[in-house]
C-alpha cells in the first residue's frame, strides 16, 4: 500500500512538471494569446509588435477593434537597460539629457522599470510606450550609426586621425564636437498617445513627435503602426540633416534661424520633406506600401515603389511608366479619379525615386544586401539635405561654392527667392551621388554612372537640370568652376518648357485674378494664418473685425484681401511647382518702374525709369540694368513692392511707386499700413510677409491650374498656399488703379533656373533671384473702389 | 518619549515617501518665471506666471541641474546678451565699438503678445519663454533681439509653435521659423471660395 501511494505520488509529480510554465501564474488561453508582463520576459527586455497589425497578421481585412495582444509571440524583445525609456547617442549619454525618450503624452509622467523589465499587457498605455520606444530607438540607432560610419569614412582616416575628405562634401569637420549630429542635444521626445484626433505631428521647437489615434475608433493608436513612428520621426531626422552645417559653425557667427523643409500648406519643399518620410518607414521595413494599418483603416495608405498593388494599371518600373514628375503630383492611388493637391500625395514621387535609387544601386553596384544600400541613400540625402539648409551659405567645403546667397539673407532666400524645389533638390542630390559614388569605386566597388543617374532621374520627369552646377551661386565664383554638364540624350520623358508658357488665361471674357474679401472668410483666414505662425506682421490699422471686408469680390479701401492668379499652361506638356512671388524685389529706380526687364511696361511716357543711358548688364548700383547683390542691403539699392500705383501728373498718367502716391495726397507718414513713420514704400498695398508667396502644384496641358484642380467640374477649393493676402489702406482715394508685378516661375522650366543666354547653361547666380531674369513677369492691374 | 520618537519616525517617514514620489511635473521657480501666459479679456489682454497646467499642455518639464554636454566653442556676449555677428573680421566686435540701434523696453513681451492675440479669440491663450537674447551686428551697427518660443493654446486643443526673433524694444517680430507640422492625414476637402474676379 505504502509503495503504491509512493507510485502515485511519483506519478502526479512527473505529469504536473509537464504542464507549461509560461504566462506567469495564468495558463495561455486556447487562442495562444501571450501573457505579456514582467514575470515572463527577462531583464532589460519587453514585447512590442514588431511591425503593424496588418502585417503580423497577414489579414488586409482586420478589424480596428482587433485585439493587438494576440499578434504578439513569445519571444522578447531587448528595450533598454535604464530604468526608464530614455536612449543615447554619440556624446549625448546623460540620462537627464538623453538623445530620445518616450512618454504617454506631453502631460505625463516618465514610465519607470524598478525591475528593468518591459513587458506590459497589450494596449495598455504602458506597452503603447515601450512599443514607441522600441521602434523610435530603431530608427535614430540606425541614423546614428549610418552616419558615423560616414563621417569616419570622409574625414576620418584608419588611425582615426582628422584628413582631407576625399571629395567636396557638405559633412562639417566639427559635426560631433558641435552636437550637429543631433540638433545641438536636444532631446528628441516622442509621446505614444497624443491627444491628437485623426493626426500627428513633428514640433520642430521642441523637438518632439506627438502620434495620435483614431476618432472613430479611440483605441487604435497611431503608434500601433511602427511606419507612422518611423515617418515622424523622419521629419525630426530632417530637420536634423537639414541643419548639420547651421549648428557645427558652432561660433557668433552661427545662424540663430534654423532651415526647414516646407514653409506653406502646399509647397514642393513640403511634399519632397514627406516623401523622405516616408521612405524613412521603407528604410526599416523595406516594404512597398506605407501604413497598411493606420492609414489603411483610413483607406489612405501610400505606395511606395511602382510594383505596388495599389496603384493604377499603367504605372510600373519600366522607365517609360514611373510615377513621374509632375504627372502624378495630384495623384491619389485610393481614388484616382478625385485630384488632390497635397503635400503626402505630392511626396510619393520623392518616396518612389528613393526606393528605385536604392534598387539602382543594388543592381548596378552588385549590392546583395538592401540595407546596404539604404544606408547609401541616407548618406546621399544627409549630404543634400546639409548643404540646401546652410544658412552660413557656404554649402560645403569648396570654398568657392556657394548657396542661399548670403549669410545675412539665407534664411529669406530658402523662404521664397530660391527655396527648395524638385529642381534644386534633385540636381544636388544627383550631384552628390555623381561625386560620393561615381567615381573611386566607391559605390560597393563600382562605379555608379553618370548615365545611371540621369537616366533613373529621368525616368521619373526629375532630370530637370541642364548641369550640376558644382560652381555654386555666389556672385564672384558662380560661374567660374567647370560644371558636369548632363548628357541631353538622357532626356526622354523630363520636359522642360519656357517660362513664357505660363500666363494669364488667353480664354476670351476669363478671369486675370480671384478676389477673395467676404468677411467671415478672411477673418478665419486671418486668425489661422496668425494663430499658426504663419503670419505675424499684421498692419495695426486692420481691425480684427475686419469691418471694411464687403464681400462683394471687388478690391476696396480698407479691405484685407486675397488674389489668385488664373494660371494658364499654354504648352502640350504639364508643368509642375509654379510659385508666385509678390514679395519685394528689384525693379525700381528713383522711385520709378524699371521697363528693362522683359515686359516693357511701363512706357517712357508712362513713367518708367530712365534706363537710356546704362550698359546692359550695368555694373553700377542703382541701375535698371543693375540687379543687387546684397537683397538691396548695398547702397543705392533698394528693394520694392510688387504692386505700384498710377497717378495724374501733368494731363497724363503716370506709373509711380507708392510713395509718391502719399506725397501727392499728403498722406502723414504714419498712416501708411506699417504704422512706421520710417516704412512707406508699401504705404497702401502691402503683401503679408509669410502670405506672400501662392504654390500651385500642376496645371495641365492648355489649360488652367482652376480647371486642373477641378473635381466633377466644381471649382477647385483654394486653400491658404494658392492665395496671396494683401492689406488695402483705408486711405486709398476711390478709383485709384494699381498694377502688381508678380513674379512668376514653375519647377520643369528650361529657362527658370538655367541661365539660358549663357553658352555653358549655367545656373542663374543667386543674387540674379532678386531681379526679374529667372522669372515670368505678370502684371496685373485693378482699380480699387469704393 | 516613546511617543515622541514614533511620531519622530512617522515625520521622517512621510518626507522620505514626499521627496522619492514627488512628481516632475513640479516646475522649479526660476523655470516658472521663464514663461508667461497671456490671453484676451473683454478688450485688453491680461498675463500671469504660467501655471502648471498650462506648461504641462505644452511640455515643459522639469530640468535637472546635472552636467549636459555642450557644444565644444563658447561665445562671445555683450552685456549678458549673445553676439551674433555677419563679419567679425572686418568689425571688430569683441571692442564693444560698435552703435546700437535700438534698446532695451522692459515692455517688449507684452507688445508682443498684444500683436499675437489680435486676431484670435478670448479661448486662446499664448505662452512665451525667453530663451536666449542677442545683439545682432550687421555691417557693424548692432540690434538688440530676443529668441523666443511662442506657443498658441487654442480652445480646441491644438497646439502652434514656433520659435521667433522679436525686436527687444518694439516687440515686433522680426522672423519666425520652427512652426509645428501637423499630418492632417485626412485631406481636407474644404478651403476658400472667391467672392469675385478681376
Same mark, same amino acid.
Given at each position: 500500500?505504502?509503495?503504491?501511494?509512493?507510485?502515485?505520488?511519483?506519478?502526479?509529480?512527473?505529469?504536473?512538471?509537464?504542464?507549461?510554465?509560461?504566462?506567469?501564474?495564468?495558463?495561455?488561453?486556447?487562442?495562444?494569446?501571450?501573457?505579456?508582463?514582467?514575470?515572463?520576459?527577462?531583464?532589460?527586455?519587453?514585447?512590442?509588435?514588431?511591425?503593424?497589425?496588418?502585417?503580423?497578421?497577414?489579414?488586409?481585412?482586420?478589424?480596428?477593434?482587433?485585439?493587438?495582444?494576440?499578434?504578439?509571440?513569445?519571444?522578447?524583445?531587448?528595450?533598454?537597460?535604464?530604468?526608464?525609456?530614455?536612449?543615447?547617442?554619440?556624446?549625448?549619454?546623460?540620462?537627464?539629457?538623453?538623445?530620445?525618450?518616450?512618454?504617454?503624452?506631453?502631460?505625463?509622467?516618465?514610465?519607470?522599470?524598478?525591475?528593468?523589465?518591459?513587458?506590459?499587457?497589450?494596449?495598455?498605455?504602458?506597452?503603447?510606450?515601450?512599443?514607441?520606444?522600441?521602434?523610435?530607438?530603431?530608427?535614430?540607432?540606425?541614423?546614428?550609426?549610418?552616419?558615423?560610419?560616414?563621417?569616419?569614412?570622409?574625414?576620418?582616416?584608419?588611425?582615426?586621425?582628422?584628413?582631407?575628405?576625399?571629395?567636396?562634401?557638405?559633412?562639417?569637420?566639427?559635426?560631433?564636437?558641435?552636437?550637429?549630429?543631433?540638433?545641438?542635444?536636444?532631446?528628441?521626445?516622442?509621446?505614444?498617445?497624443?491627444?491628437?484626433?485623426?493626426?500627428?505631428?513633428?514640433?520642430?521647437?521642441?523637438?518632439?513627435?506627438?502620434?495620435?489615434?483614431?476618432?472613430?475608433?479611440?483605441?487604435?493608436?497611431?503608434?500601433?503602426?511602427?511606419?507612422?513612428?518611423?515617418?515622424?520621426?523622419?521629419?525630426?531626422?530632417?530637420?536634423?540633416?537639414?541643419?548639420?552645417?547651421?549648428?557645427?559653425?558652432?561660433?557668433?557667427?552661427?545662424?540663430?534661424?534654423?532651415?526647414?523643409?516646407?514653409?506653406?500648406?502646399?509647397?514642393?519643399?513640403?511634399?519632397?520633406?514627406?516623401?523622405?518620410?516616408?521612405?524613412?518607414?521603407?528604410?526599416?521595413?523595406?516594404?512597398?506600401?506605407?501604413?497598411?494599418?493606420?492609414?489603411?483603416?483610413?483607406?489612405?495608405?501610400?505606395?511606395?515603389?511602382?510594383?505596388?498593388?495599389?496603384?493604377?494599371?499603367?504605372?510600373?518600373?519600366?522607365?517609360?511608366?514611373?510615377?513621374?514628375?509632375?504627372?502624378?503630383?495630384?495623384?491619389?492611388?485610393?481614388?484616382?479619379?478625385?485630384?488632390?493637391?497635397?503635400?503626402?500625395?505630392?511626396?510619393?514621387?520623392?518616396?518612389?525615386?528613393?526606393?528605385?535609387?536604392?534598387?539602382?544601386?543594388?543592381?548596378?553596384?552588385?549590392?546583395?544586401?538592401?540595407?546596404?544600400?539604404?544606408?547609401?541613400?541616407?548618406?546621399?540625402?544627409?549630404?543634400?539635405?546639409?548643404?540646401?539648409?546652410?544658412?552660413?551659405?557656404?554649402?560645403?567645403?569648396?570654398?568657392?561654392?556657394?548657396?542661399?546667397?548670403?549669410?545675412?539673407?539665407?534664411?529669406?532666400?530658402?523662404?521664397?527667392?530660391?527655396?527648395?524645389?524638385?529642381?534644386?533638390? &534633385?540636381?544636388?542630390?544627383?550631384? +552628390?551621388?555623381?561625386?560620393?559614388?561615381?567615381?573611386? %569605386?566607391?559605390? #560597393?566597388? $563600382? *562605379?555608379? !554612372?553618370?548615365?545611371?543617374?540621369?537616366?533613373?532621374?529621368?525616368?521619373?520627369?526629375?532630370?530637370?537640370?541642364?548641369?550640376?552646377?558644382?560652381?555654386?551661386?555666389?556672385?564672384?565664383?558662380?560661374?567660374?568652376?567647370?560644371?558636369?554638364?548632363?548628357?541631353?540624350?538622357?532626356?526622354?520623358?523630363?520636359?522642360?518648357?519656357?517660362?513664357?508658357?505660363?500666363?494669364?488665361?488667353?480664354?476670351?471674357?476669363?478671369?486675370?485674378?480671384?478676389?477673395?474679401?467676404?468677411?467671415?472668410?478672411?477673418?478665419?483666414?486671418?486668425?489661422?494664418?496668425?494663430?499658426?505662425?504663419?503670419?505675424?506682421?499684421?498692419?495695426?490699422?486692420?481691425?480684427?473685425?475686419?469691418? &471694411?471686408?464687403?464681400?462683394?469680390? +471687388?478690391?476696396?479701401?480698407?479691405?484685407?484681401?486675397? %488674389?489668385?492668379? #488664373?494660371? $494658364? *499652361?499654354? !504648352?502640350?506638356?504639364?508643368?509642375?511647382?509654379?510659385?508666385?512671388?509678390?514679395?519685394?524685389?528689384?525693379?525700381?529706380?528713383?522711385?520709378?518702374?524699371?521697363?528693362?526687364?522683359?515686359?516693357?511696361?511701363?512706357?517712357?511716357?508712362?513713367?518708367?525709369?530712365?534706363?537710356?543711358?546704362?550698359?546692359?548688364?550695368?555694373?553700377?548700383?542703382?541701375?535698371?540694368?543693375?540687379?543687387?547683390?546684397?537683397?538691396?542691403?548695398?547702397?543705392?539699392?533698394?528693394?520694392?513692392?510688387?504692386?505700384?500705383?498710377?497717378?495724374?501728373?501733368?494731363?497724363?498718367?503716370?506709373?509711380?511707386?507708392?510713395?509718391?502716391?502719399?506725397?501727392?495726397?499728403?498722406?502723414?507718414?504714419?498712416?501708411?499700413?506699417?504704422?512706421?513713420?520710417?516704412?512707406?514704400?508699401?504705404?497702401? %498695398?502691402?503683401?503679408?510677409?509669410?502670405?506672400?508667396?501662392?504654390?500651385?502644384?500642376?496645371?495641365?496641358?492648355?489649360?488652367?491650374?482652376?480647371?486642373?484642380?477641378?473635381?466633377?467640374?466644381?471649382?477647385?477649393?483654394?486653400?491658404?498656399?494658392?492665395?496671396?493676402?494683401?492689406?488695402?489702406?483705408?486711405?486709398?482715394?476711390?478709383?485709384?488703379?494699381?498694377?502688381?508685378?508678380?513674379?512668376?516661375?514653375?519647377?520643369?522650366?528650361?529657362?527658370?533656373?538655367?541661365?539660358?543666354?549663357?553658352?555653358?547653361?549655367?545656373?542663374?547666380?543667386?543674387?540674379?533671384?532678386?531681379?526679374?531674369?529667372?522669372?515670368?513677369?505678370?502684371?496685373?492691374?485693378?482699380?480699387?473702389?469704393? | 518619549?516613546?511617543?515622541?520618537?514614533?511620531?519622530?519616525?512617522?515625520?521622517?517617514?512621510?518626507?522620505?515617501?514626499?521627496?522619492?514620489?514627488?512628481?516632475?511635473?513640479?516646475?522649479?521657480?526660476?523655470?516658472?518665471?521663464?514663461?508667461?501666459?497671456?490671453?484676451?479679456?473683454?478688450?485688453?489682454?491680461?498675463?500671469?506666471?504660467?501655471?502648471?497646467?498650462?506648461?504641462?499642455?505644452?511640455?515643459?518639464?522639469?530640468?535637472?541641474?546635472?552636467?549636459?554636454?555642450?557644444?565644444?566653442?563658447?561665445?562671445?556676449?555683450?552685456?549678458?546678451?549673445?553676439?551674433?555677428?555677419?563679419?567679425?573680421?572686418?568689425?571688430?566686435?569683441?571692442?564693444?565699438?560698435?552703435?546700437?540701434?535700438?534698446?532695451?523696453?522692459?515692455?517688449?513681451?507684452?507688445?508682443?503678445?498684444?500683436?499675437?492675440?489680435?486676431?484670435?479669440?478670448?479661448?486662446?491663450?499664448?505662452?512665451?519663454?525667453?530663451?536666449?537674447?542677442?545683439?545682432?551686428?550687421?555691417?557693424?551697427?548692432?540690434?538688440?533681439?530676443?529668441?523666443?518660443?511662442?506657443?498658441?493654446?487654442?480652445?480646441?486643443?491644438?497646439?502652434?509653435?514656433?520659435?521667433?526673433?522679436?525686436?527687444?524694444?518694439?516687440?515686433?517680430?522680426?522672423?519666425?521659423?520652427?512652426?509645428?507640422?501637423?499630418?492632417?492625414?485626412?485631406?481636407?476637402?474644404?478651403?476658400?471660395?472667391?467672392?469675385?474676379?478681376?
Amino acid at each position: 500500500m505504502k509503495k503504491n501511494r509512493l507510485t502515485y505520488i511519483f506519478m502526479a509529480f512527473i505529469l504536473t512538471s509537464c504542464l507549461s510554465t509560461s504566462g506567469g501564474n495564468k495558463r495561455e488561453s486556447s487562442t495562444s494569446q501571450i501573457t505579456n508582463n514582467a514575470s515572463t520576459v527577462n531583464a532589460y527586455n519587453g514585447r512590442v509588435l514588431r511591425d503593424n497589425p496588418i502585417i503580423l497578421s497577414g489579414n488586409n481585412n482586420l478589424s480596428p477593434t482587433m485585439d493587438i495582444g494576440t499578434l504578439l509571440t513569445h519571444e522578447q524583445d531587448y528595450i533598454t537597460n535604464q530604468n526608464t525609456l530614455i536612449g543615447f547617442c554619440k556624446s549625448i549619454e546623460d540620462s537627464n539629457s538623453p538623445c530620445y525618450r518616450i512618454l504617454e503624452n506631453q502631460y505625463s509622467t516618465p514610465l519607470t522599470s524598478t525591475d528593468y523589465k518591459w513587458a506590459y499587457t497589450a494596449g495598455t498605455s504602458e506597452f503603447d510606450q515601450v512599443h514607441t520606444f522600441y521602434h523610435v530607438g530603431k530608427i535614430v540607432e540606425n541614423f546614428q550609426s549610418n552616419l558615423e560610419s560616414y563621417y569616419n569614412g570622409v574625414h576620418l582616416d584608419d588611425f582615426g586621425f582628422p584628413k582631407a575628405p576625399p571629395y567636396t562634401t557638405a559633412i562639417p569637420s566639427t559635426l560631433y564636437s558641435q552636437l550637429g549630429h543631433w540638433d545641438k542635444n536636444k532631446t528628441l521626445e516622442g509621446y505614444s498617445w497624443a491627444q491628437v484626433e485623426n493626426n500627428a505631428c513633428f514640433s520642430p521647437t521642441d523637438f518632439t513627435v506627438h502620434l495620435g489615434y483614431l476618432k472613430d475608433y479611440p483605441s487604435v493608436r497611431f503608434a500601433h503602426d511602427p511606419s507612422i513612428i518611423y515617418h515622424e520621426t523622419g521629419h525630426a531626422l530632417v530637420k536634423v540633416m537639414m541643419n548639420m552645417r547651421n549648428t557645427a559653425y558652432g561660433s557668433n557667427v552661427a545662424p540663430i534661424k534654423e532651415s526647414e523643409l516646407g514653409y506653406l500648406q502646399y509647397d514642393e519643399a513640403g511634399a519632397i520633406n514627406e516623401g523622405i518620410a516616408d521612405f524613412t518607414a521603407h528604410s526599416i521595413n523595406q516594404r512597398s506600401r506605407f501604413s497598411e494599418w493606420i492609414l489603411g483603416i483610413l483607406s489612405l495608405s501610400r505606395p511606395l515603389s511602382e510594383d505596388d498593388t495599389l496603384h493604377i494599371a499603367g504605372i510600373s518600373k519600366d522607365s517609360t511608366s514611373r510615377l513621374s514628375y509632375p504627372t502624378y503630383l495630384n495623384y491619389e492611388p485610393n481614388d484616382p479619379s478625385f485630384v488632390i493637391e497635397d503635400i503626402h500625395n505630392a511626396g510619393m514621387i520623392t518616396s518612389h525615386l528613393l526606393v528605385a535609387i536604392v534598387d539602382d544601386l543594388m543592381s548596378k553596384c552588385y549590392i546583395t544586401d538592401r540595407n546596404s544600400a539604404i544606408k547609401l541613400v541616407f548618406q546621399i540625402m544627409t549630404e543634400t539635405l546639409s548643404e540646401l539648409g546652410d544658412f552660413t551659405a557656404t554649402g560645403n567645403n569648396n570654398n568657392d561654392f556657394t548657396i542661399n546667397l548670403n549669410y545675412n539673407h539665407s534664411w529669406e532666400w530658402a523662404r521664397i527667392s530660391k527655396p527648395i524645389n524638385y529642381y534644386t533638390f &534633385y540636381q544636388t542630390m544627383a550631384r +552628390k551621388l555623381l561625386t560620393v559614388l561615381g567615381s573611386n %569605386l566607391r559605390c #560597393n566597388g $563600382h *562605379n555608379y !554612372s553618370q548615365d545611371d543617374i540621369e537616366r533613373l532621374f529621368d525616368s521619373y520627369g526629375l532630370l530637370l537640370f541642364q548641369n550640376y552646377n558644382e560652381d555654386g551661386g555666389g556672385a564672384i565664383t558662380g560661374h567660374t568652376g567647370t560644371n558636369t554638364e548632363v548628357n541631353v540624350a538622357n532626356r526622354l520623358k523630363s520636359i522642360l518648357l519656357s517660362k513664357d508658357k505660363v500666363k494669364l488665361d488667353p480664354s476670351d471674357g476669363a478671369s486675370q485674378a480671384f478676389i477673395f474679401d467676404g468677411r467671415e472668410d478672411m477673418r478665419n483666414a486671418l486668425k489661422e494664418l496668425t494663430g499658426s505662425l504663419q503670419v505675424s506682421d499684421v498692419s495695426p490699422f486692420i481691425d480684427p473685425s475686419l469691418p &471694411y471686408n464687403n464681400g462683394n469680390g +471687388k478690391i476696396s479701401p480698407g479691405e484685407l484681401i486675397g %488674389l489668385a492668379l #488664373n494660371l $494658364h *499652361n499654354d !504648352s502640350n506638356t504639364p508643368i509642375g511647382g509654379v510659385h508666385v512671388l509678390a514679395n519685394d524685389w528689384d525693379h525700381f529706380k528713383n522711385e520709378k518702374p524699371c521697363n528693362t526687364l522683359g515686359d516693357s511696361f511701363p512706357l517712357a511716357s508712362e513713367g518708367a525709369a530712365d534706363s537710356s543711358s546704362e550698359s546692359n548688364p550695368s555694373n553700377t548700383a542703382g541701375d535698371c540694368n543693375y540687379i543687387t547683390r546684397d537683397n538691396g542691403d548695398e547702397q543705392d539699392e533698394e528693394l520694392y513692392p510688387t504692386c505700384f500705383v498710377e497717378i495724374s501728373e501733368d494731363d497724363s498718367t503716370k506709373w509711380v511707386s507708392q510713395e509718391k502716391l502719399r506725397q501727392k495726397i499728403n498722406l502723414e507718414q504714419h498712416k501708411c499700413l506699417s504704422g512706421d513713420s520710417s516704412r512707406t514704400k508699401d504705404c497702401f %498695398l502691402r503683401a503679408l510677409k509669410g502670405a506672400d508667396q501662392a504654390f500651385y502644384s500642376k496645371i495641365d496641358p492648355n489649360t488652367t491650374w482652376a480647371s486642373t484642380l477641378s473635381n466633377d467640374g466644381e471649382p477647385p477649393v483654394f486653400n491658404f498656399s494658392n492665395i496671396i493676402f494683401f492689406e488695402v489702406s483705408e486711405w486709398i482715394p476711390p478709383g485709384t488703379t494699381f498694377n502688381c508685378r508678380f513674379r512668376v516661375r514653375f519647377t520643369n522650366c528650361s529657362d527658370c533656373f538655367t541661365d539660358t543666354s549663357r553658352d555653358d547653361m549655367d545656373d542663374y547666380l543667386d543674387y540674379e533671384f532678386s531681379g526679374a531674369k529667372p522669372y515670368k513677369l505678370i502684371n496685373l492691374q485693378f482699380t480699387v473702389i469704393d | 518619549m516613546k511617543k515622541f520618537i514614533i511620531f519622530l519616525l512617522f515625520i521622517i517617514c512621510g518626507l522620505i515617501v514626499w521627496q522619492t514620489t514627488r512628481s516632475p511635473k513640479d516646475i522649479s521657480v526660476s523655470e516658472e518665471n521663464d514663461w508667461r501666459t497671456y490671453q484676451k479679456t473683454e478688450k485688453k489682454v491680461s498675463s500671469h506666471p504660467s501655471t502648471k497646467d498650462e506648461l504641462d499642455k505644452i511640455n515643459v518639464r522639469k530640468k535637472e541641474n546635472t552636467k549636459k554636454r555642450m557644444p565644444a566653442s563658447k561665445k562671445d556676449t555683450f552685456n549678458g546678451r549673445t553676439i551674433n555677428a555677419d563679419n567679425p573680421d572686418k568689425y571688430n566686435y569683441k571692442t564693444g565699438n560698435f552703435q546700437i540701434s535700438n534698446k532695451e523696453n522692459p515692455d517688449w513681451k507684452d507688445t508682443l503678445a498684444s500683436d499675437l492675440l489680435r486676431f484670435q479669440d478670448s479661448t486662446t491663450k499664448i505662452l512665451i519663454k525667453e530663451e536666449e537674447s542677442f545683439v545682432i551686428i550687421r555691417q557693424g551697427t548692432g540690434r538688440l533681439v530676443e529668441k523666443v518660443v511662442i506657443t498658441y493654446l487654442h480652445n480646441h486643443g491644438k497646439k502652434n509653435a514656433a520659435h521667433a526673433l522679436v525686436d527687444s524694444e518694439t516687440g515686433k517680430i522680426i522672423t519666425i521659423w520652427n512652426r509645428t507640422r501637423y499630418e492632417n492625414f485626412i485631406p481636407t476637402k474644404s478651403g476658400m471660395l472667391p467672392k469675385g474676379q478681376i
